[in-house]
């Protein structure tokens, strides 16, 4: 294998597919990044066996040669030692020549790193998938989805179901819903898939996710997600995003939201995330974060105390409430997550009582809710 | 004690104090703040016994109030709470008031808290320093001082004097040294001094200096330094920094730093850096971060090799040898540590030969010299 490759573009693939590396494995080849070149460009994969990632330089790019392949061969090189040397390279140009025994010589100026290789034949293959549930949605949806539900997953390994994001798609109408058991985000959003294409129950593990949202590009591109058995693709441009699902059946979330409310209140939803970051900052002290919403006729009061530090208390002057009065009290955290996703400058909270769970809508757009169990606090 | 200060100024003085107070102390007082109101305006003092910090809020400043006194007084409060608080309060003005059992009011907008304080009286004083060794420097300056000697002392307890940096004036030189028993760095400037002060073996803790170059401005405004028996204060133009001095004898250097050369090397202070953290990414895989550097007469070349990884060399091409060839080696970290505070483009390094400490010299500005103990490789 021989190549002279642009050292920016190298960097940026590298940077691509070392998210998928393994930083605890007690395989070696797995903190190793496959590069394999041939006429048509240059392809680099990393996978940990739970997620997996290939991206592609094709030799022209925009039609200026990134690329330049003199003989055709693939590597495994330590995806720790590549991406520092890479990125300290002095040139913006880069040579990549496989010599004997897996030894890899990369020249940029008058630097020369010469790095011991591993056999990619040995380097595990990504799943072939061949879907036939497959539909798109622009990459910024797709970003949001992930945003707004990731962070009501479950950090616990008990239910490992909870460990993920349920997805499900019926009438051209993408669902992504996450619970932990005391909170639970639901975002909504239209993509473009075959009239008669259904499916529920498909359970992604919310790290995954994360890695595939911070890969997205910051824009309308498409990309497309195959469905299989126990895997899931999302394909961009230049890049392929591999996960397992996670088996199991989600538990049926649609019965616990509510649907009739006593008490509405409306609110800035900067004010409000403001307001409880602020009553957090005693409320962490006590067992379990535990702020209270005290919903007034003509004002909300926010509280906390801890017995230790002290105590704090503040009126939402901007918000509007409607139907009964009410006190409650829950866990801070739950809504300062679910606020720090929001994309409405308004939302209504609405309340059945002061131990039953309690709603936060967006009124701009209502494809996102978020729903919080309440805490006992006498 | 009751007053109205504005939001801003009161978050940077608690910013300037809080580098003082202790992390982990078994002594709660000494996780707090002392805060004392007169007419005079504000004074805040924090301290973990071997560095303390007191600034003041004057009640104009620039002839505009930021504080407005209703009651005098002093309270000690949590240092964590209080700068968190402050930093999240709605409103640009905030009252602080002191109530039964040192309970603080925090109002701001809207927004109250209540935070149990302590007996400003328990507070531990600072010390009363009426040294006659005063002299003055601007701020820039001492923080080049720092900023190019700390980073050589000694992270090792066995030698305490080791952890500090050593300090002398002898005819308006003020120098500061620091060594680690590897490595030396030195730099001298010229001070504002009565004629005859003279003193040596001043030894100030490294992470006191490294605290107080946090808190210097980057500007020219003169620090006054008084130094008494075991303590050394800073004196800025609102705030005061003081520490202890450790105790004991500071090693004579002054004899290990050769003065007659065999070998010279000059080179752009930039492409020596890179090219040495480049031949680092190897060295730190072996024994010593040992990187080898080859000085012939018509070229330099800088290698390192690491029997797991790989190995890696690199021609400087733009630096100019006078003087006998050699071969040597060293811990890269350190040459790395001295370029990084180098202020000069180009610099010239002196050899006595492969086992001799080498000098790095600054060539526009020789206020500023670093010395590097060599590795046996052979």
Redesign the interface.
């Known amino acids: 294998m021989k190549l002279s490759v642009e050292r920016s573009s190298l960097l940026s693939a590298i940077q691509t597919v070392q998210r998928a590396v393994s930083t605890k494995t007690t395989i070696p080849i797995l903190s190793g990044i496959k590069i394999a070149v041939d006429q048509t460009g240059l392809k680099m994969t990393a996978t940990d066996l739970e997620t997996g990632i290939e991206t592609s330089l094709p030799a022209l790019l925009n039609n200026d040669p990134i690329l330049q392949v003199m003989e055709e061969g693939a590597i495994v090189l330590?995806a720790r030692?590549l991406s520092?040397?890479v990125r300290?390279?002095?040139h913006s140009s880069v040579e990549i020549e496989v010599k004997q025994n897996y030894?890899?010589v990369i020249r940029s100026g008058?630097?020369?790193?010469?790095?011991?290789g591993l056999h990619a034949e040995e380097f595990p293959r990504l799943p072939l998938i061949h879907g036939n549930q497959v539909f798109s949605l622009p990459a910024l949806v797709l970003k949001d989805l992930i945003r707004q539900t990731v962070p009501a997953i479950s950090t616990e390994e008990i239910r490992p179901v909870l460990t993920g994001v349920v997805m499900s798609l019926k009438d051209g109408q993408l669902r992504f819903v996450a619970t932990d058991s005391h909170r639970l985000a639901q975002r909504v959003a239209s993509v473009e898939a075959p009239a008669d294409l259904t499916f529920s129950n498909v359970i992604v593990p919310g790290k995954s996710l994360s890695e595939l949202g911070r890969l997205l590009p910051d824009n309308d591109s498409l990309v497309d997600v195959v469905i299989a058995d126990n895997q899931i693709l999302f394909k961009m441009e230049y890049t392929q995003f591999y996960s397992r699902l996670i088996d199991g059946q989600y538990p049926d979330t649609s019965r616990i939201i509510p649907t009739s409310f006593k008490t509405e209140f409306r609110v800035g939803s900067k004010d409000l995330l403001?307001?409880v970051?602020?009553a957090a900052?005693?409320a962490r002290d006590n067992d379990n974060n535990v702020v209270r919403l005290d919903v007034k006729r003509n004002l909300v009061e926010i509280s906390s105390n801890s017995p230790?530090?002290?105590?704090?208390?503040?009126?939402?002057?901007h918000g509007s409430v409607s139907g009964e009065e009410l006190l409650i009290a829950f866990n801070a955290k739950y809504l300062i997550d679910a606020l720090r996703v929001i994309e409405s400058e308004e939302i209504v909270i609405q309340f059945t009582g002061s131990m039953s769970p309690f709603l936060i809508n967006q009124i701009e757009n209502p494809n996102y809710l978020h729903l919080i169990l309440p805490v006992r606090i006498y």
Chains 1, 2 share one sequence.
């Open positions: 330590s030692y520092e040397i300290k390279l002095p030894l890899t008058s630097s020369e790193f010469n790095l011991h403001e307001a970051e602020r900052l005693i230790d530090v002290g105590k704090v208390s503040e009126t939402l002057s």
